[in-house]
């Protein structure tokens, strides 16, 4: 007997309140990876009416006792990262010329930075660079799209993208940067069959009505980007359902960086450690590992060795090992799971130093995965969606699983 069941994800824009203050704090990364690649970044943001508070830890090594804002106007890009989310408008409150900034920025703590050198410390086990922070982190990749991640997250992100590039181009002028997305997708023995319903509410200027808008969206948007095989005669489709949404961004709500941590991952189908990306260098395994993990299973499934595909690491504080990797393929693997893991251990390393150097993680690059999700993008620079290592991964399980 078929088995069906909906799976709901949802997507935010730019101008969301959290987004913008994760945009503020992958910019501010950035710029200092640009000054300098050892940089160490924990860049936190808050958002609300017209106050912006960056604050967090940040040590600059190039700069030596120099203090970061004698090189970095981080007024300037603060300023910079709103505007270009498209907070410029007359009617916003929460508008890049005139946002109040306050900054609470402190060089990182050295009893992290200790557990974090490459080097010998009282009390530390070794001289290797070690974890930035304890905690889980998960990856995970499916052959539901072609870019190997779940259906309703990525359909949820390509009608945010739509969005954004249709208010930037000026198609619409009434639109305003606040949004979100919502796709309800149907699914029969694990496989998605169609979409229930799409959810968009985005945020306008006064004056134009619901009726433009709901259809603006319907035909300008949904039916442009979702595949036209899943949408039926019974797919709802809710737009703006509070009826306005003129008042929105951080004026309409408070927004805080890495508070949404299922939209930038797997829209819930694959789990999330609990720790944010958004404002952390790549020594924090909070975002490296991730990273890694995303690579691992994507590979995986790339190699034909499971349909699904979800890898846990945990980490110690000052310890360079994970002390756990795990693989689940959700009974889909191809080969016993122990070859699997096998393989995976033989072809990728899960040092902090290795990850930062398999994916290339010590440049200004992280700006670009801050919006509509930091996995399933096209970029040359997201060294982490590369399938590079499928055919090693493959041989390796395949050699694992004759010797079992």
């Not at 710029?31 to 009416?49: F, G, N, Q």
């Not at 498209?86 to 557990?115: L, R």
């Not at 639109?175 to 796709?183: E, F, G, I, T, Y």
């Not at 902090?352 to 096209?378: C, V």
Request: proline share 4%; hydrophobic share 35%; net charge positive.
């Amino acid at each position: 007997m078929s088995r069906s069941y909906i799976f709901s994800s949802e997507s935010v824009g730019e101008g969301h309140p959290d987004k913008v203050c994760d945009t503020i704090s992958d910019a501010i990364l950035d710029a200092c990876l640009a000054l300098d690649p050892m940089s160490r970044v924990a860049c936190e943001t808050y958002a609300k009416s017209n106050i912006v508070v960056i604050g967090g830890e940040i040590t600059v090594p190039k700069l030596g006792k120099k203090p970061l804002e004698s090189v970095l106007n981080l007024g300037k890009i603060v300023r910079d990262a709103i505007r270009e989310i498209g907070y410029h408008n007359s009617d916003d409150v929460f508008h890049a010329d005139t946002v109040f900034i306050n900054n609470i920025i402190t060089s990182q703590s050295p009893d992290i930075a200790q557990g974090v050198d490459a080097k010998k410390a009282d009390g530390k086990k070794t001289a290797e660079q070690g974890a930035g922070d304890q905690g889980l982190m998960f990856g995970y990749a499916c052959d539901e799209t072609t870019e190997l991640m779940p259906a309703p997250i990525m359909y949820a992100h390509r009608l945010g993208r739509e969005l954004t590039r249709l208010r930037k181009s000026g198609a619409a002028k009434w639109l305003r940067p606040d949004a979100k997305s919502q796709v309800s997708v149907e699914y029969v023995d694990g496989k998605p069959t169609r979409i229930v319903n799409v959810v968009i509410s985005t945020q306008h200027a006064e004056g134009v009505s619901h009726k433009e808008i709901e259809k603006f969206c319907i035909e300008k948007v949904i039916r442009k980007v979702l595949p036209a095989k899943m949408l039926t005669k019974q797919t709802e489709f809710l737009i703006n359902p509070t009826g306005r949404f003129v008042i929105g961004g951080p004026q309409g709500d408070t927004g805080l960086t890495g508070r949404k941590i299922i939209v930038d991952t797997y829209g819930g189908m694959g789990r999330h450690g609990g720790g944010a990306f958004s404002g952390k260098d790549p020594t924090k395994v909070d975002r490296s590992a991730a990273y890694m993990g995303r690579y691992v299973a994507k590979n995986v499934v790339a190699a034909g060795l499971a349909a699904r595909c979800e890898v846990q690491f945990a980490y110690a504080i000052g310890h360079p090992n994970p002390v756990s990797i795990h693989i689940d393929t959700f009974g889909t693997a191809t080969v016993p799971e122990q070859a699997i893991e096998t393989a995976v251990k033989k072809t990728f390393g899960f040092k902090p130093s290795e990850i930062i150097s398999q994916l290339k993680l010590r440049r200004p690059i992280y700006s670009k995965t801050t919006n509509y999700g930091h996995f399933g993008k096209n970029d040359s620079d997201i060294t982490w969606e590369k399938t590079d290592k499928a055919a090693a991964l493959k041989k390796a399980a395949l050699a694992a699983a004759k010797l079992k």
